[in-house]
């Protein structure tokens, strides 16, 4: 009769243990310990909050690492035009000198509106005239966000020869 005691309380403590193994919890119902389960509820409630809301936060950045980076392709892009504007100045009018700056601006004009209409991410673009403001959140609250703001207009770049070209 000891003997099938024991047997039971083994089988049973290996029932709880193989449980522990097979959820990772130590608690995995409210049955084990009611006030512990709940606590633990929560706090994997508040992990997955806290994982969309990081999510969110990475989506937002990669958004603006996108507009970054075609802001400094265009703010090279403009600093090569403002060279070329001077080397178009001092050339010849009608030259073959002038006629390759002039390629060559353009060709810098051409680079930025690439720039402007390639800096998407997510379907996102910031200098987009249709963009709208994505929000982003920052926390598990409702009023927990940041807006990242569109520019809300067309940009305009200029190019030698009178043309305009629109971003």
Known sequence: LVAL??????????????????????????????AIFAIATNQRAEMGALDAVKQSMQRGQSIVDVALAAGET??????????????????VAGSAAETAY???????????????????????NLYSAAAADVEVKTGTGATDKFVLKATGGATTVATAGGSILRA
């Open 5 to 34: 005691q024991n047997l039971n309380n083994t089988s049973r403590d290996l029932s709880i243990t193989q449980n522990r193994v097979n959820t990772g919890q130590k608690v995995s119902s409210a049955k084990d310990n009611g």
């Open 74 to 91: 265009i703010t090279k892009a403009l600093e090569e035009q403002k060279s070329l504007a001077v080397a178009i100045e001092s050339s």
């Open 102 to 124: 002039l390629a060559d601006f353009n060709a810098r004009g051409n680079e930025i509106t690439k720039a402007l209409g390639g800096a998407t991410f997510d379907g996102v």
